[in-house]
């Protein structure tokens, strides 16, 4: 088994310490050898980025010797060496704001030149950035390469100042367009980040770019493939597959819980590169992706905007959707997509629109986590142990423990100074607490007689959950049978139990509750 690059990113490094890597370069020269020479690509964080990055700054150094045994190396790709110019702009903190942001690009600027042995002159950086490039021509008598990795990050850092967000956007702007400028002197660019900016921000200056993020073409140069997972990691599969019930039940738990991320309207997926490289070194299942930071942007969007989160999940998005927020415009659901919180899970060709969901476990179980500490304000503590207690129970198919011993007890937890609006905001509570177990536990699922509040799923047993606020226990069980929420699941071999609960709005607690096994 080769070594796992666990805090590894720099292709050359990884390449000569023999370390795992996932090829890519099947799909890398796909982008690099036709006619089309502007790249823009957007993935989620931790993805296989700046791996990119550095691979085709490999590619275009004419570094055919680090290629041996991958893809590309059996292609007709001439190994010329261009002079590449790479911006990683996830360095320096852009948070202060516009000096801050001037004076680390001006510091990569500088990097790159003495990288290349050019003298850096202008004033700007703008007029910097384009003698760097027409240097660098002259020079080396070969068109130059630019790579701008996490082009985005500047402004994400400023997402909740908007002055300085402004600021540094227009900064950005004007700097970004030498890329246009530049075109007769680039043999290749990429820019790569986790949103796209859209409008008066930075890419109208850009729009010559190829956005390849939905493009079915390229929908797995980042993340891992099923097979490329069987393939790759055969050895680390082998290594753990009899501590989890053997490979084939192996494989399908790291399925569920790493897989299920989708960036085109084809049905591929793939897996996490860094949850599961990180799952590989221990064997064991943890939100590493996830526990790894969520993105401070992200959270101080949810902050600020009204977000119902039972209804982003199953939202409809129109390709043009994914890019529709700007500077003016942050729409919670396309940045939770491009986030890696939400993905495709369905596309309608006839209408043009996505379906977006929770990718995996990983993510569903980890951000409910993440959603009871912002609306339920429950400690940690009391949290993790009412969990156990939760997941025990309905696991066991015991109703009545999971109902009086668990979720009450939750219930009771959580402060009074916390919000009650209306009888959703009860099934949000029972929503969060599914998802943190990491539950199949849809909410309002539509059928043709009527719309689900809550189902969830274990291997044995199927809970039909409906839930009403100030009235009674008998209209939530009728209202299940009358419209046949359960019928579905008839003759799936498990255990069906329908179950209503009747919150009491004055006292903020369950008032009463009724459950049935449905045969």
Same mark, same amino acid.
């Given at each position: 088994?080769?070594?796992?690059?666990?805090?590894?990113?720099?292709?050359?490094?990884?390449?000569?310490? %023999?370390?795992?890597?996932?090829?890519?370069?099947?799909?890398?020269?796909?982008?690099?050898?036709?006619?089309?020479?502007?790249?823009?690509?957007?993935?989620?964080?931790?993805?296989?980025?700046?791996?990119?990055?550095? =691979?085709?700054?490999?590619?275009?150094?004419?570094?055919?010797?680090?290629?041996?045994?991958?893809? #590309?190396?059996?292609?007709?790709?001439?190994?010329?060496?261009?002079?590449?110019?790479?911006?990683?702009?996830?360095?320096? %903190?852009?948070?202060?704001?516009? =000096?801050?942001?001037?004076?680390?690009?001006?510091?990569?600027?500088?990097?790159?030149?003495?990288?290349?042995?050019?003298?850096?002159?202008?004033?700007?950086?703008?007029?910097?950035?384009?003698?760097?490039?027409?240097?660098?021509?002259?020079?080396?008598?070969?068109?130059?390469?630019?790579?701008?990795?996490?082009?985005?990050?500047?402004?994400?850092?400023?997402?909740?100042?908007?002055?300085?967000?402004?600021?540094?956007?227009?900064?950005?702007?004007?700097?970004?367009? #030498?890329?246009?400028?530049?075109?007769?002197?680039?043999?290749?660019?990429?820019?790569?980040?986790?949103?796209?900016?859209?409008?008066?921000?930075?890419?109208?200056?850009?729009?010559?770019?190829?956005?390849?993020?939905?493009?079915?073409?390229?929908?797995?140069?980042?993340?891992?493939?099923? $097979?490329?997972?069987?393939?790759?990691?055969?050895?680390?599969?082998?290594?753990?597959? /009899?501590? @989890?019930?053997?490979?084939?039940?192996?494989?399908?738990?790291?399925?569920?819980?790493? $897989?299920?991320?989708?960036?085109?309207?084809?049905?591929?997926?793939?897996?996490?590169?860094?949850?599961?490289?990180?799952?590989?070194?221990?064997?064991?299942?943890?939100?590493?992706?996830?526990?790894?930071?969520?993105?401070?942007?992200?959270?101080?969007?949810? %902050?600020?905007?009204?977000?119902?989160?039972?209804?982003?999940?199953? !939202?409809?998005? =129109? !390709?043009?959707?994914?890019?529709?927020?700007?500077?003016?415009?942050?729409?919670?659901?396309?940045?939770?997509?491009?986030?890696?919180?939400?993905?495709?899970?369905?596309?309608?060709?006839?209408?043009?629109?996505?379906?977006? %969901?929770?990718?995996?476990?990983?993510?569903?179980?980890?951000?409910?986590?993440?959603?009871?500490?912002?609306?339920?304000?429950?400690?940690? =503590?009391?949290?993790?142990?009412?969990?156990?207690?939760?997941?025990?129970?309905?696991?066991?198919?015991?109703?009545?423990?999971?109902?009086?011993?668990?979720?009450?007890?939750?219930?009771?937890?959580?402060?009074? $100074?916390?919000?009650?609006?209306?009888? @959703?905001?009860?099934?949000? #509570?029972?929503?969060?607490?599914?998802?943190?177990?990491?539950?199949?536990?849809?909410?309002?699922?539509?059928?043709?007689?009527?719309?689900?509040?809550?189902?969830? /799923?274990?291997?044995?047993?199927?809970?039909?959950?409906?839930?009403?606020?100030?009235?009674?226990?008998?209209?939530?069980?009728?209202?299940?049978?009358?419209?046949?929420?359960?019928?579905?699941?008839?003759?799936?071999?498990?255990?069906?139990?329908?179950?209503?609960?009747?919150?009491?709005?004055? /006292?903020?607690?369950?008032?009463?509750?009724?459950?049935?096994?449905?045969?």
């Amino acid at each position: 088994m080769k070594e796992l690059p666990i805090g590894l990113q720099e292709f050359e490094y990884i390449r000569n310490n %023999d370390a795992l890597y996932v090829d890519k370069t099947e799909k890398i020269y796909d982008m690099v050898s036709g006619i089309k020479k502007q790249f823009f690509l957007s993935r989620p964080r931790r993805f296989g980025k700046t791996i990119l990055c550095w =691979t085709l700054d490999a590619v275009f150094s004419g570094r055919k010797d680090l290629f041996e045994g991958l893809a #590309i190396a059996d292609s007709k790709w001439k190994w010329e060496k261009h002079p590449v110019i790479r911006l990683d702009m996830s360095k320096g %903190d852009f948070s202060e704001g516009e =000096t801050a942001a001037k004076d680390a690009i001006n510091s990569a600027l500088i990097e790159n030149a003495e990288k290349l042995g050019v003298e850096l002159r202008g004033e700007s950086l703008s007029n910097k950035f384009s003698f760097l490039i027409g240097d660098s021509v002259k020079k080396y008598g070969k068109q130059a390469v630019v790579i701008i990795d996490e082009y985005d990050n500047p402004l994400l850092s400023l997402i909740d100042k908007k002055n300085e967000f402004d600021k540094v956007r227009d900064t950005l702007r004007d700097f970004y367009k #030498i890329v246009k400028a530049s075109e007769d002197k680039l043999k290749f660019a990429f820019l790569t980040g986790i949103t796209k900016f859209a409008k008066v921000s930075v890419f109208s200056a850009l729009n010559n770019l190829n956005d390849i993020t939905l493009d079915p073409r390229f929908a797995d140069i980042c993340g891992i493939t099923q $097979n490329e997972m069987e393939d790759f990691f055969a050895g680390y599969i082998d290594k753990y597959a /009899e501590s @989890h019930g053997g490979k084939e039940n192996y494989l399908k738990k790291l399925k569920v819980f790493y $897989n299920g991320y989708r960036f085109s309207k084809n049905k591929l997926s793939v897996y996490n590169p860094y949850g599961l490289v990180k799952h590989f070194d221990s064997g064991e299942f943890n939100a590493y992706w996830f526990e790894s930071g969520t993105p401070t942007y992200l959270i101080k969007l949810l %902050d600020n905007e009204d977000v119902d989160i039972l209804t982003f999940k199953g !939202t409809k998005v =129109t !390709t043009a959707g994914f890019r529709k927020y700007d500077s003016e415009n942050m729409d919670a659901v396309p940045m939770l997509y491009q986030a890696g919180y939400l993905t495709v899970v369905d596309y309608n060709e006839e209408l043009g629109y996505y379906t977006l %969901d929770y990718p995996n476990t990983e993510v569903r179980s980890a951000f409910a986590d993440e959603l009871a500490v912002k609306y339920l304000g429950i400690p940690q =503590t009391k949290k993790e142990s009412m969990l156990v207690n939760i997941s025990e129970y309905l696991y066991g198919g015991d109703v009545e423990s999971t109902i009086e011993l668990a979720i009450k007890p939750f219930m009771s937890a959580i402060p009074n $100074n916390i919000a009650i609006r209306n009888e @959703h905001y009860f099934q949000t #509570i029972f929503y969060i607490i599914f998802n943190m177990l990491g539950l199949k536990a849809p909410s309002e699922i539509s059928m043709a007689t009527g719309r689900i509040d809550a189902i969830v /799923e274990t291997p044995k047993f199927v809970y039909c959950f409906e839930f009403k606020l100030d009235k009674t226990v008998k209209e939530a069980m009728d209202q299940i049978d009358k419209n046949e929420y359960l019928t579905p699941y008839k003759g799936s071999g498990k255990t069906l139990f329908k179950i209503g609960v009747n919150f009491n709005y004055k /006292e903020r607690k369950i008032q009463d509750w009724a459950f049935e096994e449905v045969k």
